[in-house]
Nanobody, 126 residues
Framework: QVQLVESGGGLVQAGGSLRLSCAAS????????MGWFRQAPGKEREFVAA????????YYADSVKGRFTISRDNAKNTVYLQMNSLKPEDTAGYYC???????????????????WGQGTQVTVSS
């Protein structure tokens, strides 16, 4: 089993920045792509960003492109999400996810990920 623990959420004013972290532990051998998703009240969970095992390939939702940056440190088993120029519409619970699919594929859908963290809340005030 794999455990994912997110941290770094909080309350920030519009235009501000936050950095989320996701630490992986347990049976992490074989984990490939990792991603961040978010879910606002009354809405479905949506893709935010994903990164390949090597870190060389990254993918972003159009709504965050140019403002958010995903990165990972495999030596620390940690993935990060740097969020800049935050907007009130970024307010949501943010969830880290890990995928065991072999190869170089990086998923951008909820169903493509095998493990999930408990989430960390990000609230952006206007």
């Amino acid at each position: 089993q794999v455990q994912l623990v997110e941290s770094g959420g909080g309350l920030v004013q519009a235009g501000g920045s936050l950095r989320l972290s996701c630490a992986a532990s347990g049976s992490i051998f074989g984990i490939n792509a990792m991603g961040w998703f978010r879910q606002a009240p009354g809405k479905e969970r949506e893709f935010v960003a994903a990164i390949s095992w090597s870190g060389r390939r990254t993918y972003y939702a159009d709504s965050v492109k140019g403002r958010f940056t995903i990165s990972r440190d495999n030596a620390k088993n940690t993935v990060y999400l740097q969020m800049n120029s935050l907007k009130p519409e970024d307010t949501a619970g943010y969830y880290c996810a890990a995928d065991r699919t072999s190869g170089t594929y990086v998923g951008t859908h909820v169903y493509e990920y095998d493990y999930w963290g408990q989430g960390t809340q990000v609230t952006v005030s206007s």
